[in-house]
């Protein structure tokens, strides 16, 4: 199997930070998403909550320019390599990863790069 | 929130190479997957497949070793620091994302760690 198969409606998309390496975010991507990343270069998620297509920072401005994009081993996921713009996620941090387990719960970690409140 | 959301039966689980900072694979995890992996130190996920809990590398012996474990801001995935044991995927590569996008398709990538023939 040679492409993603969105045989379920979407696969999984992990974007990686090109610059640190940091995982930034999971979301999904149907074809059109995936089409629409290949051809500008800038991606393109599906959004599960809102059914629509979704260009990651068209409304924050944090877009994420595609340097890579990778493929697993049953082609249900997706792995992007990306230059981001701003942060990722919206609460304002650089990662949506940015709460870590301390052995009993998860604790917040790193700071926020931007304002979240004059973003959205 | 502050724990995983378990509330639609799992969470995603993305899982990242301590050594070299690669993305390995994803995969899912019930609420019994995490706890097995809190409690052993070891990855455990949900297989959707097989509809059960599954230690990785049980099998093969290409167990996983969590160091770190991360939460998403809108609790849906997991991030996992590992220590991984030979290679991640079934295929006998490190990681599972071992097909680069060249701009048309999907093209191998990278040497194979074991032999899959010889471990499964």
Redesign the interface.
């Known amino acids: 199997m040679?492409?993603p198969n969105f045989d379920g409606g979407f696969v999984?998309a992990?974007a990686?930070d090109a610059e640190s390496?940091d995982?930034l975010?999971?979301a999904h991507m149907d074809g059109e998403a995936f089409e629409r990343t290949?051809e500008t270069g800038y991606a393109h998620y599906w959004s599960r909550s809102r059914q629509q297509l979704w260009k990651k920072g068209k409304t924050s401005g944090n877009v994420q320019r595609v340097r890579?994009?990778?493929?697993?081993?049953?082609g249900d996921?997706v792995?992007l390599e990306v230059e981001q713009e701003g942060g990722a996620?919206?609460?304002g941090?650089r990662s949506?990863?940015?709460?870590?387990?301390d052995?009993e719960?998860?604790v917040e970690k790193g700071e926020r790069v931007f304002d979240p409140g004059e973003v959205y």
């Open positions: 040679e492409t999984h992990v990686v390496g995982v975010m999971l290949v890579e994009i990778r493929l697993d081993c049953d996921a792995l996620c919206h609460t941090h949506c990863f940015h709460r870590v387990f052995g719960r998860f």
